[in-house]
């Protein structure tokens, strides 16, 4: 199974775009990377996620390096609201049963006024 | 409201007590999972269920066990509580085809005495 590795904390300035890396450099060629985030007392929430292309809505941008070994999240113009643990997750397979997903620690992102 | 209801919010349980973590979607998302998360571990995967009528094991399933009679509903049981399922419940669902964009319920913060 992949593993990730993140910081442990960021900080960012409201309105300015946060940058979020992540690390995986054993992903495997069929293997997407998905990104949540948990705001204090709330269930997660997904995010995005790519496989090998980058990726935006209206959460967020990913961006994924062409060897597939890093990327990172881009959240445009951060809010205080955007406080938050980000968990960047490599889907595991495992038995044939693809449902499953595998949370680290996280980074936690502090956006200050 | 769309989405996952959790019940109870909170809970204090006396060790050896039988519990039963309720979880109930609308979203008729096919797959459900029940994490865990405790401080410093990240979440964990205690059983996920890919389709009514099937259940797997996650990371951590002992002293654990859920059902899945019908697409709405994924209990979770704990027959004898122990003071190590001190913990915060997360439920999840996720639709078919889109596997690794979970919902999460808003927990349910169980401690057992």
């Known amino acids: 199974d992949a593993k990730t590795t993140q910081p442990t904390s960021m900080d960012c300035a409201e309105g300015r775009a946060a940058n979020l890396p992540c690390n995986h450099s054993?992903?495997?060629?069929?293997?997407?990377v998905y990104w949540y985030r948990q705001i204090h007392s709330q269930g997660p929430q997904y995010i995005i996620h790519?496989?090998?292309n980058n990726e935006t809505n209206e959460m967020a941008s990913l961006i994924i390096t062409e060897d597939r070994k890093s990327s990172t999240l881009i959240l445009p113009h951060a809010t205080l609201r955007d406080t938050a643990v980000y968990y960047c997750?490599?889907?595991?397979?495992?038995?044939?049963?693809?449902?499953?997903?595998?949370f680290g620690k996280g980074t936690l992102l502090t956006v200050n006024p | 409201i769309a989405g996952i209801t959790q019940a109870p919010t909170s809970q204090i349980l006396a060790a050896g007590r039988r519990m039963t973590l309720r979880c109930t979607q609308d979203?008729?998302?096919?797959?459900m999972y029940w994490y865990r998360q405790d401080l410093g571990l990240g979440l964990r995967l205690i059983h996920y269920?890919?389709?009514?009528?099937?259940?797997g094991k996650g990371e951590v399933p002992d002293g654990y066990s859920v059902s899945r009679a019908n697409t709405d509903d994924f209990p979770l049981t704990l027959a004898s509580a122990v003071p190590s399922q001190t913990s915060v419940y997360f439920c999840?669902?996720?639709?078919?085809?889109?596997?690794?964009?979970?919902?999460f319920g808003e927990g349910s913060r169980l401690t057992v005495l």
């Open positions: 997750i490599v889907r595991v397979w495992s038995g044939g049963s693809n449902y499953k997903l595998t």
């Open positions: 979203m008729r998302h096919n797959a």
């Open positions: 269920s890919n389709t009514a009528g099937t259940t």
């Open positions: 790519g496989l090998k």
């Open positions: 054993t992903i495997s060629g069929n293997e997407y």
């Open positions: 999840a669902s996720s639709v078919e085809g889109r596997a690794g964009e979970l919902f």
